[in-house]
């Protein structure tokens, strides 16, 4: 039973029980307290009752038998939402132990810690288990310090502290794993799951879930089985696949009905009333939704009831009933017992229901109110790592308020909305913003940022139905209105793809391509002038796409990128400080040698910025080159560059030997390069192998020399080393990273360098040609040594390999490599 065996634990306790009825009482009950506990963990509550509910024999009355039948009759009592008996219960175990069975006192604090954590008593909850936990670490009770460790987790999720759930539940897992106990396997990966998705990190919660429903089935964990295919449905509904959502839910509709657990079918049926809401089946979700009330009135489920009530208001609202929905949400935004995520829905959906009824004002108050939740729990997340994925559970709310600002002809109020959700771990790390923000921005400038570049801005925010694109000049700010994601989104994937395959786009006149410029760019089209300065700040599935290669459709068709000159950037915010370097100064501020370099790396920032001062030849003459690669072959996925020797050599001429660090071969570890003081170059440049992890992008790495078991710099060490160069070039594949979170767009090695402090990263969203490249890389250093900024020497670069006669002249080629511009 502890190792989650439960079809065995349960046929072996009810053979031996029959065994030793009539025969041994003491036994007998043993066996039959261990059946009653196996039904409860399998959902069977009321037969667990039914089998317990027989007085003990005055001989047993002070054993620790009768200690585990309280304990396990409270547990199934609790299970079934009968809160005061099973609190009656557990006081009774409570007093039994204390009196004659101390070595149990850990278990009794345990089942009171389960309940008042399910009457959303959480402090009381955490003292209990924190008890628990103390008794079996003095004991040495391993598999009740597993359960213990798992359940602070729990309390830890519930409140809304996600990093420091996922931290008790990975320390619950690795101990349960060890003691081989599947029932705490089960439950602490599918909690991982949750708090997983609560963080908006949907690929590690699907893969959590999915391994938590396999656990509880081979374990024999009905109702735990059926409670993960839930958290499975969640994922894709959040995800907007609703096919997917609806099939698993179905399919695990009717496990549901067959158990006595009441709240995982409220959850079921809320959950399937959801997705008929968004597509657009009122009356299905009617039905759901009535289901779902019947239980809770009649009293069998009390936990579903917050979200019920958002289902109602969310129904109400379809049927433009607006004074009943006001009053659902109304009820939610003010339960204590609400978590987080359906406080800011409930405020965001009042807004809605403000903006229908033209109560603008109050509108905007709850809209802000939703912004100020979700920015409250996103502030209290610790890890880095885990703050980058946590608006993708709740960006729908900002797309409402952006809506919202947009139909009352507020485009630049609804900019900086947008702006809220953009590089937030990126810009606190570099000390460029605060850990929370509030709208109005203090200091918000588009224009002048625009002014200063000699740019124009191109700012996207994909929605699901609706999406916008704000083009930002010298002199103006002009929003226009773009379909939504569900259109966008697939032709963006074909186009990739298309290009990704090594076809002649152009030569094929692609339709996707040209749509997609027509979509994209032809909105901005009159504000964008032939040679223009663009900086593009994408979002979703636009980060993926390099909009060079977007096909201009007449009067002769050709790429973009031959009309303007690119930079893309994460955030105005971002923009905005590299004009001072205040960012890479205070990143930097712990390193002696860079604060001495800081004169210097000013410079570079002036030449990249200030087109009335700038000197991009005289930057580039004082700065110093950090050139690494040519590894020695680490793992069989990685083997020899052929051409990386001639490129860093082509690299490397650009400077002379006094300004020139070269590791190379079995000198370009990890160690070495860590060890040689990268913030005191202005240049770093890698010719290697590159790897992006889209499960843990941060886990993404430069793959170098074998230094021992080691051979990777990833992605989370070089956050943690200050830099302040000018410019880092990632010759390697998918140096951009492969996932995109929102807000924070793609993340892996260029968002490593520019959060360690770096002003600009040259790295590769696709694979890259080792044939292609050392050309591409020497025209561009080339270019940088005439006094070309670094987006000005790409685009010359891509061009000659675009205008050659060449393979080379396919996209595929050219384009993988993006100019990200930092602070």
Not at 345 to 365: D, H, K, T, W
Not at 438 to 443: A, E, G, N, T, V
Not at 514 to 533: D, N, Q, V
Not at 685 to 704: K, M
């Amino acid at each position: 039973m502890r190792r989650g065996e439960l079809d065995a634990a349960l046929r072996d306790s009810d053979e031996a029980y029959h065994r030793y009825y009539g025969k041994s009482t003491e036994w007998a009950w043993r066996f039959r307290v261990l059946k009653a506990h196996t039904l409860v963990l399998r959902g069977s509550t009321r037969a667990a009752i039914d089998l317990l509910g027989e007085n003990l024999p005055s001989s047993l009355a002070t054993s620790d038998i009768a200690v585990r039948q309280k304990l396990v009759m409270g547990l199934a009592h609790e299970f079934s939402q009968q809160f005061d008996v099973a609190e009656q219960d557990f006081a009774a175990a409570e007093q039994l132990a204390a009196s004659f069975q101390p070595a149990l006192l850990g278990d009794v604090a345990q089942a009171q810690g389960i309940l008042k954590s399910d009457q959303n008593k959480y402090e009381e909850a955490e003292s209990a288990f924190r008890k628990a936990l103390a008794i079996a670490r003095q004991q040495n009770q391993p598999f009740l310090q597993a359960w213990a460790l798992g359940s602070l987790g729990l309390v830890a999720m519930r409140r809304a502290r996600y990093d420091e759930a996922i931290d008790w539940f990975e320390a619950a897992l690795k101990l349960s794993k060890r003691l081989g106990a599947q029932s705490s396997v089960a439950k602490t990966l599918g909690n991982m799951a949750w708090s997983y998705r609560e963080l908006g990190d949907f690929e590690n919660a699907l893969t959590y879930y999915k391994q938590a429903e396999d656990a509880s089935a081979r374990a024999g964990l009905n109702k735990d089985q059926v409670y993960w295919l839930t958290g499975i449905s969640n994922v894709y509904y959040e995800q907007h696949d609703y096919e997917h959502a609806e099939e698993v839910l179905v399919q695990a509709l009717d496990l549901a009905r067959h158990q006595d657990d009441k709240r995982t079918l409220v959850e079921f049926l809320n959950d399937l009333a959801e997705i008929a809401l968004e597509t657009g089946q009122t009356e299905s979700a009617e039905k759901y939704y009535s289901e779902a009330a019947q239980i809770e009135q009649a009293g069998l489920d009390q936990s579903g009831l917050v979200e019920s009530l958002l289902v109602r208001g969310r129904i109400d609202q379809n049927r433009r009933a607006y004074a009943q929905a006001e009053e659902s949400f109304l009820r939610v935004a003010g339960e204590p017992r609400a978590e987080a995520s359906q406080k800011w829905e409930a405020q965001a959906r009042l807004g809605r229901v403000y903006a229908y009824e033209a109560r603008y004002a109050q509108a905007e108050r709850e809209f802000r109110h939703s912004i100020g939740t979700i920015e409250g729990v996103r502030s209290s997340v610790q890890a880095e790592d885990l703050r980058l994925s946590f608006l993708s559970g709740a960006i729908t709310f900002y797309s409402d308020y952006i809506d919202f600002l947009i139909s009352r002809h507020r485009p630049e109020d609804a900019l900086q909305v947008a702006e809220l959700s953009r590089s937030r771990t990126l810009a606190e790390g570099l000390a460029a913003a605060p850990k929370t923000l509030q709208f109005p921005l203090r200091d918000f400038q588009p224009r002048q940022i625009a002014q200063r570049t000699k740019s124009i801005l191109l700012f996207y925010w994909l929605g699901q139905k609706k999406s916008y694109v704000w083009v930002i000049t010298p002199t103006k700010v002009k929003c226009a209105t773009l379909p939504g994601a569900t259109e966008i989104d697939p032709l963006a994937k074909s186009y990739r793809e298309a290009v990704l395959s090594g076809r002649d786009v152009l030569e094929g006149a692609n339709s996707d391509g040209e749509k997609l410029y027509t979509l994209l760019i032809e909105p901005a089209k009159r504000l964008i002038p032939r040679g223009s300065r663009v900086i593009l700040l994408p979002d979703g599935s636009l980060y993926g796409l390099n909009f060079e290669t977007l096909l201009v459709p007449g009067p002769k068709p050709h790429f973009w990128i031959e009309d303007v000159t690119l930079t893309t950037a994460s955030s105005l915010t971002l923009l905005s400080a590299g004009r001072n370097s205040s960012a890479g100064i205070n990143s930097i501020g712990r390193s002696a040698g860079a604060r001495q370099a800081r004169g210097i790396h000013q410079r570079y920032v002036d030449a990249a910025f200030d087109t009335e001062h700038r000197d991009p030849a005289g930057a580039f003459r004082d700065g110093n080159l950090l050139l690494v690669g040519d590894a020695t072959q680490a793992a069989a996925e990685f083997p020899v560059l052929r051409q990386a020797r001639a490129e860093m050599a082509q690299v490397g001429r650009y400077f002379p030997e006094s300004r020139r660090a070269v590791l190379a071969g079995p000198q370009a570890t990890p160690s070495k390069f860590l060890a040689s003081a990268p913030e005191h170059f202005a240049y770093l440049h890698f010719v290697t192998h590159g790897s992006a992890s889209r499960a843990h992008p941060l886990d993404s790495a430069v793959i170098l020399s074998p230094d021992g078991d080691s051979f990777k710099l990833y992605a989370r060490d070089i956050v943690k080393h200050p830099l302040s160069a000018y410019l880092v070039t990632i010759s390697a594949c998918s140096g951009s990273g492969t996932r995109a979170y929102s807000g924070e767009g793609l993340v892996g090695l260029s968002w490593a360098f520019l959060r360690a402090g770096a002003h600009n990263v040259i790295a590769a969203l696709w694979e890259v040609s080792d044939a292609s490249t050392p050309q591409l890389m020497d025209r561009l250093y080339g270019e940088l040594s005439r006094g070309q900024d670094p987006a000005s020497a790409l685009r010359t670069a891509k061009l000659s390999l675009l205008k050659s006669d060449s393979v080379f002249k396919k996209p595929f080629y050219w384009a993988p490599f993006q100019l990200y511009a930092g602070s």
